[in-house]
C-alpha cells in the first residue's frame, strides 16, 4: 500500500488569510494546523512557466517558494512532500518564517532511516507547533495519516 504528500502546511488561521487568492482546497489538521495539498492544477496555477522545481522537491514550483516566504511573515509556513509504497520511499520538508527559511530543506531518500531528530515532516510539524503524543510522533499527533493519497485531502 502506498502513502503520497505534497503540500503546505500553516495554523489554521494563517493558511486560510495567506491563500485566500488561490482557489485551492484546506484539510484541517489536529493541534490547530490546516494544510493546502499541492494538486495538479494548484501546482499549474502557481508556477511561473519555468520548468525547474525548487529545493529540490518534485512538486514545488519555480518561485513558489518565495510565494511561501512572503507568506511566512504572517507565521511559520511548511512544505512538505513523501511518496512511499511497501514501506519505501522518501520524504522532504522545509520550512519559513518571518519571511526565511528556517528549516531546511530536510529529505530522507529511499534506504535512508529518520535522523535522532525525526523524518523530515515531523521535524517541520514540530517547528510549526506541534506535539507528539506518547507513542505517536508529530506526523501521526496532527493526524497525516488520515489519508494515503494527496487526493484524499481535497474532498
Known amino acids: 500500500m502506498g502513502y503520497e504528500l505534497r503540500a503546505v502546511i500553516a495554523g489554521e488561521e494563517s493558511l486560510g488569510a495567506i491563500a485566500g487568492d488561490l482557489s485551492a482546497a484546506r484539510a ?4 490547530g494546523l490546516s494544510l493546502m495539498p499541492m494538486t495538479e492544477d494548484l501546482f499549474d496555477s502557481v508556477t ?3 520548468g525547474a ?3 529540490g522537491f518534485w512538486w514545488l514550483p519555480e518561485g513558489f517558494d518565495r510565494r511561501l516566504a512572503e507568506w511566512s ?6 512544505f512538505v512532500e513523501a511518496d ?3 514501506g519505501v520511499g522518501e520524504q522532504r520538508a522545509a520550512v519559513w518564517d518571518g519571511g526565511a527559511l528556517v528549516l531546511g530543506p530536510l529529505g ?3 534506504g535512508q532511516g529518520f535522523p535522532p531528530g525525526g523524518s523530515p515532516i515531523s ?3 514540530r517547528r510549526l507547533g506541534a ?3 506518547a507513542g505517536a510522533d508529530e506526523f501521526d499527533a496532527v493526524g497525516l495519516g488520515r489519508h494515503r493519497h494527496n487526493e484524499g485531502w481535497v474532498g
Open 73 to 78: 511573515a504572517a507565521g511559520p509556513v511548511a
Open 84 to 86: 512511499y509504497f511497501g
Open 131 to 133: 506535539v507528539a503524543r
Open 123 to 125: 521535524q517541520a510539524l
Open 53 to 55: 522545481r525548487a529545493l
Open 28 to 31: 484541517p489538521l489536529g493541534q
Open 48 to 50: 511561473n512557466g519555468g
Open 108 to 110: 530522507v531518500a529511499e
